[in-house]
C-alpha cells in the first residue's frame, strides 16, 4: 500500500516555475514507477511524465518535453516535477500516481495509487 501526497501547486505568470513533490509512504516507495498526470476543466487526464524506480528512465508528452523535469529521491520517498516556462496551457489539477508495473505506463488505469491533486494555474 502506498499512500501519496502532492503539493507545490500555485498561481504564476507565463514563463515561471514551480516545483511539484509528490510524498509517498511505504517502504517498497523506491519499486514503484511514479508519474505525474493533468486534468484541466472539462478535459480528461492525460500524462505528463513518468520515472522508473532507480531513476534511469523517465518519459514525457510531447508538450512538455525540454520544459519538464522529472526526478525522484528514493531516500526521501520523493518524486519531483520541476516545471519551467510554464504556459498557460499547463493550467491543471495535477496529480502523481504509483504504478506496480516495471515499465513506465502512461495510461491512468494503469497506476495503482494515486494522490490527491495540486492546483496549477498560469495566468498569460
Known amino acids: 500500500q502506498v499512500q501519496l501526497q502532492a503539493y507545490g501547486g500555485g498561481l504564476v505568470q507565463a514563463g515561471d516555475s514551480l516545483r511539484l513533490s509528490c510524498v509517498a509512504s511505504g517502504r517498497t516507495f523506491s519499486s514503484y514507477v511514479m508519474g505525474w498526470f493533468r486534468q484541466a476543466p472539462g478535459k480528461e487526464r492525460e500524462f505528463v511524465a513518468g520515472i522508473r524506480w532507480r531513476g534511469s528512465t523517465t518519459l514525457y508528452r510531447d508538450s512538455v518535453k525540454g520544459r519538464f523535469t522529472l526526478s525522484r529521491d528514493n531516500a526521501k520517498n520523493t518524486v519531483y516535477l520541476q516545471m519551467n516556462s510554464l504556459k498557460p496551457e499547463d493550467t491543471a489539477v495535477y496529480f502523481c500516481?504509483?504504478?506496480?508495473?516495471?515499465?513506465?505506463?502512461?495510461?491512468?488505469?494503469?497506476?495503482?495509487?494515486w494522490g490527491q491533486g495540486t492546483e496549477v494555474t498560469v495566468s498569460s
Open positions: 500516481a504509483a504504478s506496480r508495473l516495471m515499465a513506465v505506463v502512461t495510461t491512468a488505469p494503469e497506476y495503482d495509487y
